[in-house]
């Protein structure tokens, strides 16, 4: 008889959970159509006057007088390098996660990652690769 009425008490429950979980199935609204994530390629503006230069190597060396950067694209699934030599402040558009830059400028000329409230990194004059996380920044003055 005990173990009747648990078994009756259990379908019970269950057929209450069943009613319950299909009445709140029915009041929810449907659910959104997956996002559609497209990636967007990193830009630099205004131009630097020199186009950039994809490659799959990264940034390797950096020309005599410039602020060389290198950036991944996921759009082209490689390397974007950027050459920085006249004096300005230019905007990084899209730049995030980690690349590299050089600092091959002359007569120790030190040059600057701008960070969004106006605070730099100082980046010294030194042609020597380093690596950078780009997401903090906002802007590049080579000067």
């Keep these: 008889m005990r173990m ?4 009756g008490t ?5 057929t209450a959970v069943a009613a319950l979980a299909v009445t709140q199935a029915e009041a929810l609204p449907p659910a959104p ?8 390629s990193p830009s630099v503006s205004p131009s630097t006057g020199y186009p950039p230069i994809y490659n799959t190597e990264g940034l390797i060396s950096c020309q ?5 950067t290198s950036v991944w694209d996921p759009v082209r699934k490689k ?3 950027d050459r920085f030599e006249k004096c300005g402040t230019y905007d990084l558009n899209y730049w995030g996660g ?5 600092n091959n400028q002359t007569g120790g000329v030190e040059g600057r990652f701008i960070w969004q409230d106006g605070t730099a990194r100082v980046v010294a004059a ?3 690769p380093h690596s950078v ?5 906002w802007h590049i003055k080579p000067c």
């Design 64 to 68: 005599k007088g410039s602020l060389c």
């Design 79 to 81: 390397w974007r390098v």
């Design 133 to 137: 996380t780009w997401d903090p920044y």
């Design 98 to 102: 980690r690349g590299s830059y050089i």
């Design 126 to 128: 030194d042609n020597k």
């Design 10 to 14: 259990a379908a019970v429950m269950a």
């Design 4 to 7: 009747k009425r648990a078994l």
């Design 33 to 40: 159509a997956p996002a559609s994530v497209q990636a967007t």
